[in-house]
């Protein structure tokens, strides 16, 4: 019998940006934020993590670098760990606002709202548990760190923990905070903030 995978999920570091507008620019780690990379590997010091899975978009993966060295262990970035596809939004002025048009409605349980041209809320939790499955087949009875962002992980992290106790309010994850799933005979189950 195989020991359940353990995925502590953290939102990358603090980052700046070039644009003013919005793009899909990977940003880079501010000093505030190497720092808080550098404290969130040391919080993981004593929990044996095996690997370090990203987004490949770059403040992510100097976030998962940055904690990987501390731990001694590599990285993997993939592209299905992506910050959600705002798609006809790319290029416009940034506000905020736009993103709650959408983001609020999955918030309220509408996962078929969709960016134009971008994806909908059943998209971007269908990509990442497509992915937090097949590291979890790679890391059985393991810890694995997974490093992502704050609206993808907002409308995944309560999407699988639907319904269970202590299931987290990612909406609002903040920069290098983590919550911790454990899969469990198939489902995925929320710990709650990580016990780091």
């Not at 919080?43 to 978009?57: G, H, M, P, Q």
């Not at 100097?62 to 501390?70: H, K, P």
């Not at 909908?120 to 990442?128: E, I, Q, T, Y």
Request: charged fraction near 20%.
């Amino acid at each position: 019998m195989h020991c359940p995978p353990t995925l502590v999920v953290a939102r990358h570091a603090r980052a700046e940006y070039v644009e003013s507008w919005f793009s899909d620019e990977g940003g880079s780690l501010t000093h505030e934020g190497r720092r808080q990379a550098r404290a969130l590997g040391e919080s993981l010091l004593d929990r044996r993590v095996a690997a370090v899975w990203t987004s490949d978009v770059s403040r992510a993966v100097q976030t998962a670098e940055i904690v990987a060295a501390s731990l001694g262990i590599g990285v993997t970035a993939c592209k299905s760990l992506r910050e959600v596809f705002i798609g006809d939004l790319l290029g416009q002025p940034f506000d905020v606002a736009r993103l709650h048009e959408v983001c609020d409605r999955w918030h309220a349980g509408d996962l078929d709202a969709r960016f134009p041209g971008g994806e909908s809320g059943r998209d971007v939790v269908a990509r990442h548990v497509g992915q937090l499955d097949h590291i979890a087949d790679q890391h059985l009875g393991e810890t694995v760190l997974v490093v992502g962002h704050q609206l993808a992980l907002g409308i995944v992290l309560p999407t699988l923990a639907a319904g269970a106790a202590g299931a987290p309010d990612a909406s609002e994850l903040a920069n290098a905070a983590c919550v911790e799933l454990v899969r469990s005979g198939g489902s995925w189950l929320a710990a709650g903030p990580a016990q780091t």
